[in-house]
């Protein structure tokens, strides 16, 4: 097998198509090279090694993140930023384990990274807790796009909340409608809104 005109772009793009029909557990050398026509030990060119290349799907979907035009204000600056990253994360669920587990390395995950800390230092937040506001924006991002993920699995149990006994899961009865009728959009923007209120307090 050829090289066939390879480049790192091409590589990832492969890569990333291959994950989201498979699953990021059969990425591969092995598999990757198929997928392109070419010996597994060509692509070494392109990726130094297997972590390279996590590094490299990690690049490939955040390059899919669509930075909003510039609009006044920290909040409606954040609320497009935190939206379009949501967005390329669904796109590409089988990803998301990558953005618990690494860093920001990569040219369009620093952007990324850059964009939101100028928009906290807008805010007026402190530079020692900037980081860490971050970090929790990114975490409640990552965790719900898995939640929502995960529940489009059709082999979830369905629980009967309605149906539980009152005595000990007074809670969950009560809201078993919002349960049924759970929306993923609006359960993010409504989690987001908490964030931004969080942050809006801490400045006052």
């Not at 790192?8 to 291959?18: D, K, P």
């Not at 090279?33 to 070494?44: D, F, I, N, Q, T």
């Not at 490939?60 to 390329?88: I, K, M, N, Q, S």
């Amino acid at each position: 097998m050829k090289n066939a005109g390879l480049t790192r772009e091409r590589v990832l793009a492969a890569a990333l198509a291959l994950v989201d029909e498979q699953g990021l557990g059969q990425l591969s050398m092995r598999r990757l090279g198929e997928a392109l026509g070419v010996e597994a030990m060509s692509l070494y060119r392109y990726v130094a090694n297997k972590q390279g290349l996590l590094d490299g799907l990690h690049e490939a979907v955040l390059r899919e993140v669509v930075l909003p035009e510039p609009v006044e204000g920290w909040e409606a600056r954040l609320r497009g930023l935190t939206r379009a990253f949501r967005d390329a994360l669904q796109r590409h669920p089988h990803t998301l384990p990558l953005f618990a587990t690494r860093p920001a390395v990569a040219p369009a995950s620093l952007d990324l990274v850059d964009a939101a800390l100028g928009i906290l230092e807008e805010a007026g937040l402190p530079a020692d807790e900037q980081l860490g506001a971050l970090h929790a924006l990114v975490a409640f991002v990552v965790g719900v796009c898995q939640a929502h993920a995960a529940w489009n699995d059709p082999e979830l149990p369905e629980v009967p909340y309605a149906s539980l006994p009152f005595e000990r899961y007074p809670n969950l009865v009560r809201l078993a409608p919002q349960i049924a009728a759970e929306d993923p959009d609006e359960e993010f923007a409504q989690g987001l809104e908490l964030w931004i209120a969080g942050l809006r307090a801490r400045l006052a």
